[in-house]
């Protein structure tokens, strides 16, 4: 008996320090990157695309969304190898964007910005070189419409725009409150992370304080044992359920053994939020829905709300937009209506090429 179970121990073992062995050779030489890597266009040497001398004005989250002026480089992953290049703005290099007067401005995350796709295949690109027009790719990755607002701002007055012809907003959201990007949740936990910094610990209710990623948005950096008792660090399906998406990406075994049933695992995983709790989170994307609004009376352009969904998530999160359309006058276009799961990259997320053909041809079919 004391043999077999030596046996077993000992092969077990094996068997482990085999798959170790497995991992550090796709770690060093096949790693699936989920986010990419970023080379030099011309010298292939690696860089970091972002300018980490640009501050932003009274924007606690902003992290260097503005990427350096004037670079052309590779954007390489495991789905994708494309070629960006930015303008004399920092921003992502699109049709007719050096004039400062006429502009168009499409601005919004990752997919707005185009994540793996070419300069010549973003759908703002496809759109404006088609129509003739003056546009600006105003896509920030990472960013919600509190930071887009802030930076949208400050760039227009630091650039002396003369005039805007219209403002085409591009929201993230997802009815599962806790998934990663969801403008719902990124926009509610800025608020109240301005809201703490202006008034205080004393000023957020509890349900604030114990709010997703708040504390940990708050606290980076803070050693204040008031404000770390707030910390809640919740043990619960959703903090289990991203704990899990974490680890897909953390190792390359388990990467490539969940990448071909990837687009069922991230359907089964996300379910929607209480309606309740989404009704609370929404207010709040609502209110900076208001500021993009209001910046375009100012300016006397026309302003357009688009809806992009996660593609485990085209149909089931309906009475979103409902709500969204029913609350205020503004005219929201839902764009997972002309999109499919075949039109994102399964492992990565974003829009492939023909995501972003079937957006500028549904753009296309509302401007004519």
């Known amino acids: 008996m004391f043999n077999i179970f030596r046996i077993v121990l000992i092969n077990i073992i094996l068997f482990l320090f085999l798959l170790v062995f497995i991992e550090i050779i796709l770690v060093k030489f096949f790693p699936i990157v989920h986010g990419g890597v970023y080379s030099d266009y011309y010298t292939g040497n690696i860089i970091r695309p972002h300018d980490s001398d640009t501050k932003f004005t009274d924007c ?72 003739k027009l003056n546009c600006l790719n105003m896509g920030m990755p990472g960013t919600a419409q509190k930071s887009q607002i802030v930076e949208l701002k400050s760039f227009l007055h630091n650039n002396d725009f003369s005039s805007i012809d219209s403002i085409n907003l591009f929201i993230f959201l997802s009815c599962n409150i806790y998934i990663d990007g969801n403008d719902l949740n990124a926009n509610y936990n800025e608020f109240l992370v301005d809201k703490f910094y202006s008034h205080g610990l004393e000023s957020l209710t509890h349900l604030e304080k114990t709010a997703s990623d708040l504390a940990q948005s708050i606290y980076r950096g803070h050693e204040n044992k008031v404000i770390k008792e707030f910390y809640v660090n919740k043990k619960t399906k959703n903090y289990i359920i991203k704990y899990i998406q974490r680890l897909l990406y953390k190792f390359e075994i388990a990467k490539r ?95 492939n090429s023909s995501g972003h053909y079937k957006i500028f041809k549904y753009l296309d079919k509302i401007y004519n």
Request: aromatic share 20%; charged share 25%.
């Open 257 to 351: 053994m969940t990448l071909p049933l990837i687009s069922s695992i991230k359907f089964n995983l996300s379910k929607c939020s209480n309606e309740d709790l989404i009704e609370n989170y929404y207010q709040y994307t609502l209110m900076f829905l208001d500021d993009f609004y209001d910046l375009s009376q100012k300016f006397n352009s026309k302003i357009y709300f688009y809806i992009i969904n996660p593609y485990y998530e085209l149909e089931n999160n309906t009475f979103l937009y409902k709500k969204l359309m029913q609350e205020k006058n503004y005219q929201f276009e839902i764009l997972s209506k002309v999109l499919n799961k075949d039109d994102y990259y399964s492992f990565d997320g974003h829009l």
């Open 60 to 131: 606690r989250f902003c992290t260097n969304y503005i990427m350096k002026k004037n670079i052309k480089f590779i954007h390489k992953a495991n789905e994708f190898e494309v070629v960006m290049s930015t303008n004399k703005y920092g921003l992502r290099s699109t049709f007719n964007d050096h004039y400062n007067y006429k502009q168009n401005i499409f601005i919004g995350d990752s997919f707005a910005f185009g994540h793996g796709v070419n300069d010549n295949e973003n759908f703002v690109n496809l759109f404006c070189k088609k129509n």
